[in-house]
């Protein structure tokens, strides 16, 4: 049995009610909801029900259920009794399946992924701004002889403009307008209005789903709560489904989702949601609102038990968190972000504790500046190279501000030939899975294409080929007919000699059995509709399992393509392959993320920030800590605001938030100043969490000037930060 620490033992003791749980970064708190639940499955407490987890992660999933199943096999009972784990969206997902025709579709609804909704959403989005040039152009304040002109256009037309529309259409969903409501608000709204654009594409956007019988994610959280609330059987056998419910990373929660939540838990009445206000970093990015949870910690009705006690880190870098707290609090020069960061301070396990915190020799937290960003990446990858080379039972972590800043690091670290890998990024491996059976099917689409068949057996079946002999390849195919080299007279390739390019045996034997391979396929490809033969084509390159599992995807979105296009043949699949590619990668992500990622010792993981939020190193390097992604005033410089816009309209985004809290009720004076405070308050806790990472060291760098030579410098959080570093650093010289 496991040994708990203040907190952690009062969480334990619940068992019924409504409780909030605030928790520190690295309190523990997926270990005691694990012990939680099967506690109280081990009791009967639960009854004829089950307890629901709810949290953000695919990865956090597979993290409970193995904790919790840990929990109860430790009780002699089975792995997965009395319990479900889901994401919001498989919450969603679940709660539909109950009726399927409230939706007025089949049983077997499909959705459509990250990837087909941008593509979608793209594609409605030119057909808009051909026919609003004069509309969508206004904005921009750039004149147009100005030499700055046309890439402000082309940043404005190809990037910024289609991002907003697929940004807003996601934020409109997450206010649950019905359809009416929508034409209603487009009626009272100017045509110049970002917020008017939106909704017109928004439209236009949900008429294609509903012809297709599509659903967005979006779409899955909105119809489940309108189910919920209008059908009172389907609620009440949720309700008795499900007796207890928990919400992880409830900092992250949305208004939708914490209405599911309490609609699912109001007969019970057992809720319990544990999260840390301090961590909350999602706000400006997705409708998760950081005062949901707050308000919920403080409601009469609902019990408050906080983890405060963590044994992640050094005391040292813990001290260097709660300054942050502190300071935010009690100096922070904009008023209304001294509450940014609640006020509550990690606290160091006891020292007898079994696993007490790390502890170092020195003073091993530093800060360092560099002239310019070119220079901070180069000198950063050297260091944790060189870190790495010395230390490599450790594990390290570069933190970089952005995936543009995350690709130069890596190039960087790539021509250092130091190790690292992109965490969550899709592997070369991966990679090639999908490009070899892309191949294969182009191939098999056009037989007669000498070029697709040389393609197909160097890089599927001879990758080991220098690029001269690769060329060679293309020549003897063009000296030799495809039938005498696919299909030889018995069985006798057509040269009376091995030509010198292929003489070595491996080389040769690999292009023979890839001829023979071939020839296969080519039976099969007249056999076999197009999905059934991605399958047959993964089974027969005896892929692994996390290969076949691509191979599986991309089967089912031909499947669903076949499905939309009756007529279509392999040709045709063939063509169309290109477009299915961001749906492919939108899965492997997801598959990288369900698997989790856990810090191989002696490789540097490469992370943004924002995404390192549940992770820990015990070396992290924290790059980019400058003024300008690090703001502490609102008459600083944000990123979010588009430097080629009109004053008043180079926040799209928060224009569209703002107006659209107006028109259903919420009052907001000034859209864009409340967006600024959100903006530094957001970022105040991006830094916490990113100090929260490092175990044992951490070193913070920033540069002087951007790549337009503008002087930039240490964000102000920063200055205090290395005025408590250095204040530190001296009193433990003197020790």
Request: charged fraction near 25%.
């Amino acid at each position: 049995m496991i040994s708990l620490r203040p907190g952690q033992k009062e969480v334990a003791r619940y068992r019924g009610g409504l409780l909030a749980v605030p928790a520190v970064p690295g309190a523990g708190k997926t270990t005691v909801l694990a012990h939680l639940t099967a506690d109280l499955i081990q009791e009967g407490c639960s009854g004829s029900g089950k307890i629901l987890i709810v949290t953000v992660m695919n990865s956090a999933v597979a993290n409970f259920r193995s904790r919790i199943g840990d929990f109860l096999q430790q009780r002699g009972l089975p792995r997965g009794k009395g319990y479900e784990v889901k994401t919001l969206h498989s919450l969603a997902m679940t709660i539909l399946k109950e009726k399927p025709e409230f939706l007025l579709i089949n049983q077997n609804f499909r959705i459509i992924d990250e990837g087909g909704r941008y593509e979608l959403l793209n594609d409605l989005v030119k057909e808009w701004m051909i026919t609003n040039k004069n509309l969508w152009k206004e904005p921009i304040k750039i004149k147009k002889n100005d030499r700055w002109y046309q890439r402000a256009l082309e940043r404005w037309e190809q990037k910024d403009l289609p991002n907003i529309f697929c940004s807003g259409v996601s934020t409109v969903k997450s206010t649950g307008l019905t359809a009416e409501q929508v034409r209603n608000l487009q009626q009272r709204l100017d045509e110049r209005s970002y917020l008017s654009w939106v909704l017109s594409i928004y439209q236009r956007y949900n008429q294609v789903l509903n012809r297709e019988g599509l659903l967005d994610f979006d779409d899955l959280i909105v119809q489940a709560l309108r189910l919920l609330k209008e059908d009172g059987g389907v609620l009440e056998r949720l309700q008795n489904r499900w007796t207890f419910c928990f919400e992880d990373e409830a900092q992250d929660s949305t208004p939708l989702q914490e209405e599911i939540l309490m609609l699912l838990a109001e007969k019970s009445g057992n809720l319990v949601r544990v999260g840390d206000s301090n961590q909350a970093i999602l706000g400006t990015f997705t409708a998760a609102e950081p005062e949901i949870f707050r308000r919920y910690c403080t409601r009469e009705d609902v019990k408050k038990e906080s983890i405060l006690y963590s044994s992640r880190s050094t005391v040292q870098i813990i001290n260097l968190a709660n300054y942050l707290v502190d300071w935010t609090n009690n100096c922070h020069p904009q008023q209304e972000c001294r509450e940014a960061l609640e006020n509550r301070h990690i606290h160091p396990v006891d020292k007898s504790a079994p696993y007490p915190n790390p502890s170092t020799k020195g003073y091993t937290i530093g800060v360092r500046g560099f002239k310019d960003q070119a220079a901070e990446i180069k000198l950063v990858a050297q260091l944790a190279g060189d870190y790495i080379n010395r230390t490599p039972r450790d594990t390290v972590a570069i933190l970089v501000s952005n995936r543009y800043v995350q690709q130069d690091m890596a190039q960087v670290l790539t021509e250092l030939n130091v190790p690292f890998e992109e965490v969550g990024k899709i592997t070369n491996r991966q990679a090639k899975t999908i490009v070899d059976v892309e191949r294969a099917l182009e191939y098999l689409a056009q037989p007669h294409r000498v070029n697709l068949l040389v393609a197909l057996v160097k890089n599927v079946f001879l990758s080991q080929l220098s690029a001269e002999e690769g060329k060679f390849l293309t020549k003897l195919f063009q000296k030799y007919t495809l039938q005498q080299v696919l299909y030889p007279i018995g069985g006798q390739l057509p040269w009376l000699e091995m030509p010198d390019e292929l003489s070595d045996p491996a080389i040769y034997t690999g292009f023979v059995e890839g001829l023979k391979t071939i020839q296969k396929w080519l039976a099969a490809s007249v056999q076999l509709p197009p999905d059934e033969l991605v399958l047959y084509l993964a089974e027969d390159m005896d892929l692994d399992m996390e290969q076949l599992g691509i191979a599986h995807n991309l089967a089912l979105l031909i499947r669903q393509k076949m499905y939309q296009h009756p007529h279509w043949r392999l040709y045709d699949i063939a063509l169309d392959l290109p477009s299915l590619k961001s749906s492919v990668r939108h899965f492997l992500r997801v598959v990288n993320e369900q698997q989790g990622f856990e810090p191989t010792p002696g490789v540097i993981s490469l992370i943004t920030a924002h995404k390192s939020k549940g992770l820990e190193w015990d070396t992290v390097y924290l790059t980019g800590v400058t003024a300008a992604e690090y703001p502490s005033s609102r008459t600083d410089r944000f990123k979010s605001e588009m430097w080629y816009l009109k004053e008043d309209l180079n926040n799209p985004l928060a224009l569209i938030k703002a107006e659209l809290k107006s028109l259903t009720g919420e009052r907001v004076t000034d859209p864009l100043y409340q967006f600024k405070i959100d903006e530094i308050c957001e970022r105040l806790r991006l830094l916490y969490v990113a100090v929260t990472r490092a175990k044992k060291n951490l070193l913070i760098t920033y540069h002087d000037k951007n790549v337009f030579n503008q002087r930039i410098g240490p964000s102000l959080v920063l200055k205090a930060l290395m005025d408590h570093i250095s204040k530190e650093r001296a009193a433990n010289d003197n020790v």
